[in-house]
């Protein structure tokens, strides 16, 4: 991308950039890519295309008009960080030729940059937190949670003989399937396990097989969906013989030395394993504890800010924000005003939402602020740590190849710098350790669930 400052007022910056074909293309795809997650769509076929799936599965026919500004404004991050500044918050792509998928594409990006704001102080913050804590049940909640996950079906030897299936029942059949003379070897089984009344299977065989005893056979027909030999849909007519072998229930392993040694050779007992689940649980915790003390730091030193934040940022953050939450929402399948009823409405919500953009405003700028008073620099490993606070389940190295190639590069950098200027503000506060009932941080359990 070719990238030139044309203008510059104040604190605003115009620069001309000229896309190439590749990263025009390579725009657009990821714009379907995060139209088609943010829509829950379903993964297109082996050799089906995003756009055929969007036709496929939501009617859309012109994929490409739906994302083409969320594409276009893809490429204005690529500008900014070519010139090495930073903006006050994501600024958009200006078109000044068509915007084409494989083509050339010149655009203008107006930006506001980030203003260089100063604190009333830069002396050592004082702040009062709890002690670390570390909860041992957790491994044995984990413990549990990994018998579940081994959980194995017996029989049921306890089950009245007159006991019939019902919904719900674990029950071991044999099943005979066919299609006229054709064996469905995917369906008939000599004894496999199913559980009644889940739709598993279509309702045919459901009501057919509810009310049955151990030991009875019954031969029915029912239909299904299916597909041809051109993937077109067709109604399949199944034969079915089927045999209630016997009913079953669920039962969890004891996790012991005996299991352990079946299951995880690699530690020497139910002590190994435990000690190694412990030093997961407490590394984590700490974690979560540290990112808490390192949050009271940047509160308290937020309180130094002095400066005047322009609407227009207020504005960009709620909006960042507001589109997170609902993205949050559509995942849990709840909707917006019950969200916001749930918050105290519309009014009281409102006003949270605002504080808490002041509030991650003002601690960002003041550790920017921080971080220009401590007269340092961020370099390669600086960057991979802020890579591992961000998301430590995902290759550093990889995160930062994926803002070189797509431009955030600056907002990476943004992230080291806060995050190097609050661990020495950490480093040098006044830290007063109190009794845990007054003060609420992140204990073990709540590092669990994160």
């Not at 379903?42 to 939501?58: C, L, R």
């Not at 984590?284 to 949050?295: G, I, K, L, S, T």
């Not at 431009?407 to 661990?423: C, Y």
Request: with cysteine.
């Amino acid at each position: 991308m070719k990238v030139k400052q044309i203008k510059k007022d104040g604190d605003k910056v115009i620069l001309e950039a000229v896309a190439t074909p590749q990263e025009t293309a390579q725009a657009m795809h990821s714009a379907k890519v995060a139209f088609a997650q943010s829509m829950g769509m379903k993964p297109p076929a082996q050799g089906q295309s995003i756009d055929q799936a969007a036709e496929e599965q939501m009617g859309i026919k012109n994929l490409d008009s739906i994302v083409e500004a969320s594409a276009m404004n893809a490429l204005a991050p690529m500008a900014v960080d070519k010139k090495n500044i930073i903006p006050a918050y994501p600024p958009q792509a200006q078109a000044k030729s068509p915007f084409k998928p494989n083509a050339e594409f010149r655009f203008e990006v107006e930006v506001d940059l980030k203003p260089a704001y100063e604190l009333t102080s830069y002396d050592p913050v004082s702040i009062k937190v709890p002690p670390f804590q570390m909860d041992e049940s957790l491994v044995d909640q984990q413990l549990k949670e990994m018998s579940e996950r081994y959980t194995a079906y017996v029989d049921d030897a306890d089950a009245p003989a007159d006991r019939t299936v019902q919904k719900g029942d674990h029950i071991k059949i044999a099943m005979e399937a066919r299609e006229g003379d054709k064996e469905l070897k995917g369906l008939s089984t000599k004894g496999r396990t199913y559980t009644a009344g889940q739709g598993y299977m279509p309702e045919g065989f459901e009501s057919a097989i509810l009310g049955m005893k151990v030991g009875e056979t019954k031969e029915f027909s029912f239909e299904g969906p299916d597909f041809d030999e051109d993937m077109n849909e067709r109604t399949q007519t199944v034969d079915a013989k089927v045999t209630i072998l016997s009913f079953e229930k669920e039962e969890s392993p004891v996790i012991d030395d005996e299991w352990v040694h079946k299951n995880m050779p690699m530690y020497k007992g139910i002590d190994d394993l435990r000690d190694d689940l412990g030093r997961g649980i407490e590394r984590q915790a700490r974690m979560e504890y540290d990112a808490y003390v390192r949050q009271a730091a940047a509160a308290e030193l937020a309180t130094r800010f002095d400066g005047k934040i322009a609407d227009e940022v207020y504005e960009h953050m709620r909006d960042q924000m507001v589109a997170n939450i609902r993205m949050d929402l559509q995942q849990q399948g709840m909707s917006w005003d019950q969200f916001v009823e749930q918050n105290g409405g519309e009014q009281q919500f409102g006003m949270m939402l605002m504080l808490q953009v002041r509030q991650m405003l003002t601690q960002g700028f003041a550790l920017d602020a921080y971080f220009r008073h401590m007269g340092a620099s961020v370099g390669e490993e600086d960057l991979v740590e802020a890579c591992r606070a961000m998301n430590p389940q995902v290759n550093p190295k990889q995160m930062i190849k994926q803002a070189e190639a797509s431009g955030h590069m600056f907002a990476l950098r943004e992230s080291a710098e806060r995050l190097k200027a609050n661990k020495e503000l950490v480093e040098k506060a006044q830290i007063e350790i109190i009794d845990p009932a007054a003060g609420a941080a992140p204990s073990a359990g709540d590092a669990a669930e994160l």
